[in-house]
Nanobody
């Protein structure tokens, strides 16, 4: 099992940038997908970005492609989400997540096996 702890700035004006990080309690193996999903009030939780630990293949929701970048730090067992050119529509609770590939889920699935505590990100206009 993994324990995920999120950190990072939580508010910014439109057009600005934020960075979220997520630390895993243990070493993440090549058999895991890590990423971020988000949920706005009254909205369904949606996939944002994911990375396959070994190899670093990345996947993005169309709504954030070109603006957000997900990266990993193998030595620190950390995954980060750099969010540039932010829009008010990006306002949501962001959840770091991890998923064993053995779950059989799509790499862009919004559901994961493990979740961080959630971070409220607010983008003001």
């Amino acid at each position: 099992q993994l324990q995920l702890v999120e950190s990072g700035a939580v508010s910014v004006q439109a057009g600005g940038s934020l960075r979220l990080s997520c630390a895993s309690s243990g070493r993440t193996s090549s058999s895991y997908r890590m990423g971020w999903s988000r949920q706005a009030p009254g909205q369904e939780r949606e996939f944002v970005a994911a990375i396959i630990w070994s190899g670093g293949s990345t996947y993005y929701a169309e709504s954030v492609k070109g603006r957000f970048t997900i990266t990993r730090n193998n030595a620190k067992n950390t995954v980060s989400l750099q969010m540039n050119s932010q829009k008010p529509e990006d306002t949501a609770v962001y959840y770091c997540a991890a998923d064993a590939l053995s779950s059989g889920r799509s790499f862009v699935a919004r559901v994961y096996d493990y979740w961080g505590q959630g971070t409220q990100v607010t983008v003001s206009s």
